[in-house]
């Protein structure tokens, strides 16, 4: 029995500390500092035109003739703030929280070094999951978050290798580094005293890997598949509680929380991308996208809460979670010799229900309009500008809860959305 209380509040501290921590791009973040942030990722597998393929999908590396390096920017602009409804309920008050999002930047490079015309190596550095939302600690619903940073970067070494005229296969070994820290507010309830807090911070390493295979039937047409498997991060800290008054302290301190360990284990999942280029003539080509995403995997979280070494208490928790399905059309046309215009737009379902959302994951369906120019100033170096607008939708919720307590929450967000600015550099030598 005093296991199972332990792990019910270690599931109420992670479905805290998890808030926020993909957003930015729908869980996963396609825009990877490439030229595909132009297409809002359509043909994601397939275009395998530049350096960033290596990660995409590695089979298309053999598509380069020359060694090639690619390195972009792209902040990540978001705007999140929540508007709450007439439900809302807390004792201690408090305001909507304001813009909780920012500017998230981020820097990534890929390098595909050719050994021969069948067989190239690569590596890239980006992140492809993560996000930072920060609510403040006057807002409503800081007894269920109130900031959340989850922050990944990938180092992807790959390979591949050209069977045929028509079919090519890749492979990439993936390490991901994962950075986590979370701060939740805590109702002094009968104390009396202004509002205490709760602190978790960790880091680790996790690895994976990808394979993909590209088949190009004819010089027009090419189709390509990349699968992600998952990464397996595992966080484990002592939380830290502060101005906690004296009945709260004395309650932790009876259930002996105060100075327990804390271990959250969950999966980055694996996914698959499927795209197709077709070439219509020497200036315009359509480029598309279907993918899938295991979030029903993500949602169950092995939770652990360290109190006593040789029996510690642990549990599952389902979050309810469900797959997400990516849709993505675009295309690619030759306004003139050095310069090539992109257009695209991509849907993502949403890994929640309306009915299991709350606020530490406000997560809906992913609408992405994108437009970018590219310009080859030789034929060793070409420049690119990219713009992306990424509908992260209204996130409805409803939550209940004591008003003395946690209160009730209920609202949208709105507005909710990502402005994503790309500026890309490929050299080939």
């Known amino acids: 029995m005093k296991s199972l209380l332990f792990c019910t509040f270690a599931l109420g501290i992670f479905l805290k500390f998890v808030s926020g921590m993909a957003w930015a791009g729908g869980l996963i973040v396609y825009e990877n500092d490439s030229p595909t942030t132009g297409t809002a990722s359509a043909g994601w597998a397939a275009l395998a035109d530049d350096a960033s393929t290596s990660f995409t999908n590695p089979a298309g590396m053999t598509r380069l003739d020359r060694s090639q390096l690619l390195v972009g920017a792209q902040p990540m602009i978001i705007t999140s703030e929540f508007n709450s409804g007439p439900y809302t309920r807390l004792a201690g008050g408090g305001g909507e929280g304001g813009n909780a999002g920012g500017v998230l930047p981020s820097l990534g490079g ?3 070094h050719s050994l021969s015309d069948c067989f190239k190596l690569g590596i890239g550095s980006l992140s492809y999951f993560g996000a930072a939302i920060d609510y403040g600690d006057t807002w409503v619903g800081r007894y269920r978050v109130e900031k959340s940073t989850f922050l990944t970067a990938a180092l992807s070494p790959s390979a591949a290798y050209r069977v045929n005229d ?10 991901v580094y994962g950075y986590l820290s979370n701060d939740v507010g805590i109702n002094n309830l009968q104390d009396s005293l202004s509002d205490g807090k709760l602190q978790y911070k960790d880091e680790d390493f996790g690895f994976g890997g990808g394979v993909g295979v590209l088949f190009e ?6 189709l390509g598949v990349t699968y992600y498997s998952p990464v397996d991060l595992t966080f484990t800290d002592t939380p830290s509680f502060e101005n906690t008054g004296p009945i709260l302290t004395r309650l932790l301190t009876q259930r002996s929380l105060i100075g ?4 959250l284990d969950f999966t980055i999942p694996q996914w698959i991308m499927m795209s197709l280029y077709q070439q219509v003539n020497d200036k315009l080509a359509f480029v598309a996208n279907f993918g899938w995403q295991d979030w029903s995997e993500f949602g169950d979280v092995d939770i ?3 109190v006593d070494p040789v029996n510690p208490g642990s549990l599952t928790a389902n979050l309810k979670m469900q797959d997400t399905y990516h849709f993505a059309l675009g295309g690619q046309y030759r306004i003139a010799q050095p310069w090539l215009l992109s257009l695209g737009f ?3 379902t949403s890994p929640l ?6 606020a530490s994951l406000p997560l809906d369906r992913n609408i992405r309009y994108a437009a970018g120019i590219q310009y080859d100033w030789n034929k060793n170096l070409t420049l690119g500008l990219a713009y992306e607008y990424i509908d992260l939708g209204s996130a409805n919720l409803a939550q209940l809860g004591l008003p003395a307590v946690r209160g009730t929450l209920q609202g949208d967000y709105d507005p909710n959305n990502i402005n994503v600015v790309n500026l890309n550099l490929v050299y080939r030598f």
């Open 217 to 222: 039937p004819t010089r027009s047409t090419r």
């Open 353 to 358: 229900s309306d009915a299991n959302r709350s």
């Open 110 to 112: 890929y390098y595909v």
């Open 304 to 306: 652990s809460l360290t």
């Open 260 to 263: 327990s360990e804390l271990e």
């Open 346 to 348: 991509a849907y993502d």
């Open 166 to 175: 028509w079919f090519s296969v890749g492979a990439m070994f993936n390490v």
